[in-house]
């Protein structure tokens, strides 16, 4: 600390979030307060069209208590259980692995408000325990930069909180040597795309013991899932898996709020690009992977691994960023001692711009709505555009050589 209690390095604008943490985190829980109110019936709509993202969880949820989950892995049986128990009216397909029902299996015996506040409240409480732990008196700006994605996260009640968790709780349990670190790795069954990166620097860095408890604790969780939903419930989930990748080929998935190559080519009506250009990111983010864990120290691999993570999957939105954040505050405190004031300027501008994108473009959408008396069709997103950028000034500053103390 310097003589005025401010990190010596840090910008103006650093030193004021730092200072202002606990307003920003009173912000974040009054947007879940928000939302509880709203599930209550005192609030009016406040999202367009009356529902988030968790109002299909509660859907499946219900299915589930109703002995019906088998019928939510199909997009017009779907449909049917969506009138049957919500308000709920997109026709949003059901892909998740099996053993993410066990998740949403008790909240269908509570009221959608206690089922949100239950889930939300714990899923962002542990994610925010991890990102403390990882991030130190830094704690604050990984959080900025992704703010988007995480207001998106809080509002929609998607699980991008569930599986930063996990990858947080692994990559902080790998850093102190422990083998149960391959507990929450395996646990990442329920979203199997985004542990890849996280999953390849266990492998770089040889810790056998955790991938092989990973291997154990995913088997654990599938066998689970089989005994509390049949056999049949995996036959579900794979002809649902077909249907997605069908979705996907044709371009039928929105893609404002998608962070990834294959969404901006299908934004920009190049769909033939779409799969190409994906799998042009998805290359060269597992060899930057391969680098960084061959030639840096463990906290460098686990954090970039993490900050890359949703760039794998062609699906990934902003809901999935909270697993970024969980990356960066591995790395934020190097970052800091090995960069410029204005080279962190930009990464800090590129994190909001990739992670708001969705949030942003939906703008012009709404005003063109109320303008025009319809609403446009997708809009244009550059997501991935900043994202990359981001992960390659990442890349290159964390092959620098350490020069000053770092900030934790």
């Known amino acids: 600390m310097g003589p005025d209690g401010m990190t010596p390095g840090l910008s103006f604008v650093e030193q004021r979030l730092i200072a202002r943490t606990k307003l920003i985190l009173a912000l974040m829980v009054m947007v879940i307060g928000a939302r509880i109110v709203y599930y209550t019936g005192y609030l009016p709509d406040l999202g367009g069209n009356g529902v ?4 299909l969880f509660y859907v499946v949820a219900k299915a589930i208590g109703g002995g019906e989950l088998a019928k939510a892995y199909s997009i017009q049986s779907l449909m049917d259980l969506m009138q049957k128990y919500s308000a709920f009216r ?10 993410f029902n066990l998740v949403l299996a008790p909240l269908g015996l509570m009221p959608i408000a206690a089922a949100y506040a239950l889930f939300l409240g714990c899923t962002f409480a542990a994610w925010l325990l991890v990102l403390k ?33 996990l990858l947080g709780l692994a990559a902080l349990w790998m850093l102190e040597n422990r083998s149960r670190a391959g507990v929450p790795l395996g646990l990442m069954v329920i979203k199997p795309h985004l542990a890849v990166t996280l999953g390849l620097a266990a492998l770089l860095k040889r810790r056998w013991r955790v991938i092989a408890l990973a291997a154990v604790s ?11 939903f049949g056999t049949e419930i995996w036959q579900a989930y794979r002809a649902a898996v077909k249907e997605n990748v069908g979705f996907l080929e044709k371009g039928y998935f929105p893609t404002a709020r998608m962070v990834t190559a294959y969404a901006v080519m299908q934004s920009l009506n190049l769909g033939a690009l779409a799969f190409p250009a994906q799998t042009l990111v998805t290359v060269l983010v597992l060899l930057a992977n391969l680098h960084i864990g061959l030639k840096k120290d ?30 960066l505050a591995l790395v934020i405190g190097r970052f800091i001692a090995r960069s410029g004031k204005g080279e962190r300027s930009l990464f800090y501008l590129l994190g909001i711009l990739m992670t708001g994108s969705g949030l942003f473009s939906h703008f012009p959408q709404v005003f063109a709505g109320y303008l025009l008396g319809e609403m446009p069709a997708n809009p244009i997103t550059f997501a991935a555009i900043f994202y990359v950028a981001l992960a390659a000034i990442l890349y290159r500053v964390l092959l620098r050589a350490e020069e000053t103390a770092e900030l934790g």
Not at 143 to 161: C, D, H, R
Not at 218 to 228: E, S, Y
């Open 52 to 55: 988030s993202d968790f109002d």
């Open 298 to 327: 463990l906290r460098s691999a686990l954090g970039f691994a993490l900050v890359t993570a949703p760039m794998i999957s062609p699906y990934a939105y902003d809901y999935d960023t909270p697993i970024v954040t969980i990356g």
């Open 90 to 99: 997109e026709p949003i397909p059901w892909a998740y692995p099996p053993p």
């Open 133 to 165: 732990r990882l991030a130190g008196q830094a704690l604050i700006l990984p959080m900025v930069m992704t703010f988007p994605g995480v207001f998106v996260e809080l509002s929609a009640g998607q699980n991008g909180f569930l599986t930063a968790f």
């Open 218 to 228: 995913a088997l654990l969780l599938c066998g689970l899932a089989t005994l509390a």
